[in-house]
């Protein structure tokens, strides 16, 4: 191949230059940049809430272990892993942006020492509930700050409350089909040994 004479290769560079357009701010791609400070402050809460409803079910877990109700403190066990790794998402986010996790004060929790089975799942709905209400704000907050990234991940939280809350009105319901059976009680309790207990639980990819 031949080579072409630099003065023509020059040429064609300073012709290149002169006929770019400048760029301007309005037709620039803005790189990825943190999110605000109250964006992340309300990232940071919700984070708390996260490991303290963590906290809540490893309380719920140790109260059915008492009890010899091995299914039910299971259950609730795996549930406090998945709180963990919502705060981990979460967590993750924020160092992805460049943006800092702050570790709240977890609110101390306390549950009765004779809580029913039933107890468990309506006192485990309520807080589900509560945790869908703070999701959608975050999500409505992201949202309308133009926050995409965000708006993004926070959508994935709103579809995984609807999961949340439904394992426990799912609960609930054969719970309600129980009613005051022993037998059936213990049948739910061995049933519910069955979910399965993340080893090292890898973080889920949030696409959109
Ligand atoms: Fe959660
Ligand atoms: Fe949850």
Do not use: C
């Amino acid at each position: 191949m031949m080579l072409k004479p630099i003065a023509t290769v020059l040429l064609a560079f300073s012709f290149m230059t002169a006929t770019l357009p400048t760029p301007t701010l309005a037709g620039t791609v803005h790189p990825t940049t943190a999110i605000t400070k109250d964006l992340e402050t309300a990232v940071n809460t919700q984070i708390r809430h996260e490991l303290e409803a963590a906290y809540f079910y490893l309380a719920l877990a140790n109260v059915y272990e008492q009890q010899a109700l091995f299914g039910f403190a299971h259950w609730f066990t795996v549930q406090f892993f998945e709180e963990t790794t919502h705060a981990r998402l979460m967590m993750k986010f924020l160092t992805d942006k460049g943006n800092d996790v702050r570790l709240e004060t977890l609110q101390p929790t306390s549950v009765k020492k004779e809580l029913t089975a039933m107890d468990g799942a309506t006192l485990g709905l309520q807080a589900e509930e509560a945790q869908t209400g703070r999701i959608h704000t975050l999500y409505e907050l992201a949202r309308s700050a133009k926050a995409y990234d965000l708006e993004n991940v926070m959508a994935f939280f709103v579809k995984e409350q609807v999961q949340e809350e439904s394992s426990f009105t799912d609960l609930q319901q054969k719970l309600k089909i129980i009613g005051t059976s022993p037998e059936g009680l213990l049948a739910l309790d061995r049933d519910l040994l069955a979910r399965p207990m993340p080893v090292v639980q890898p973080l889920p990819v949030i696409g959109p």
